[in-house]
């Protein structure tokens, strides 16, 4: 029930009760303190539910066969959205697997074709990368790809008027990549995740996809909506 319909219910209540009052089925007291006790519920309830914090789960590097494949599983199970940034050869590699992330109401960026770091003397060859991928990605999931996730972070402004792209960086990054320490990474995530945080972590790591969904069900437990990093940034 929305909030319309609850204050709705609530305001029949309480022409309900006034009306029993004054027909001496209970005092006009008693009658006013029943109604203003399921308005005052129907109001924290609500507030309870939109107040929920977010927050946004990334992987990069992936599809991995396996890996991602699990990883969709346990976050379907969840109910929880992610983000991932994929390499174009990746994506070409296993398009299944990017179709099904797009099915499932993940969000689906740009993560370079070959995982190229922009440096001083390959911009174009990195530009060339982005609209290769973001080639690929269009004709798997049928829509524009408007984020990108640039490797190390490394990024030059101009590729967001010239190619309409929007960089998605991160708050919270355990470096995933390179332990498999399951407990360790859990731990790093959750003690540094507030609401609005950026989750960076990879799906082509066992220890990776285990942490990550034990992170989720930590995180849910303590109130959080896992949602695409577009509402947290735009929302």
């Not at 939109?50 to 990334?58: H, M, N, R, V």
């Not at 731990?187 to 960076?200: A, D, F, G, P, Y």
């Not at 082509?204 to 285990?210: G, H, I």
Request: with cysteine; charged share 25%; net charge negative.
């Amino acid at each position: 029930m929305g909030v319309r319909s609850r204050i709705a219910a609530g305001a029949a209540l309480l022409i309900g009760v006034v009306t029993a009052g004054i027909f001496g089925m209970m005092t006009h007291k008693e009658a006013l303190e029943e109604a203003s006790s399921y308005i005052t519920y129907v109001i924290v309830e609500e507030e309870e539910v939109a107040d929920s914090p977010k927050i946004a789960l990334t992987f990069d590097d992936g599809p991995h066969p396996y890996y991602t494949e699990q990883l969709l599983d346990g976050l379907k199970e969840r109910g929880a959205k992610a983000s991932f940034f994929v390499l174009g050869k990746q994506a070409q590699a296993y398009p299944d697997l990017i179709k099904r992330m797009q099915e499932e109401g993940h969000l689906v960026g740009n993560h370079t074709y070959s995982h190229m770091q922009l440096g001083k003397n390959n911009r174009e060859a990195f530009k060339a990368e982005l609209v290769k991928t973001s080639e690929v990605l269009s004709e798997l999931t049928g829509e524009e790809v408007q984020y990108v996730r640039p490797p190390y972070g490394s990024w030059d402004k101009g590729f967001e008027t010239e190619l309409m792209m929007f960089p998605v960086l991160w708050t919270v990054d355990p470096m995933d990549w390179c332990s498999d320490d399951v407990a360790g990474i859990v731990r790093k995530v959750t003690k540094k995740s507030k609401e609005n945080s950026i989750i960076l972590m990879h799906d082509e790591y066992k220890s990776s996809v285990t942490a990550a969904l034990q992170i989720v069900d930590i995180l849910q437990e303590q109130g959080y909506e896992f949602v695409t990093v577009d509402e947290i940034l735009f929302d």
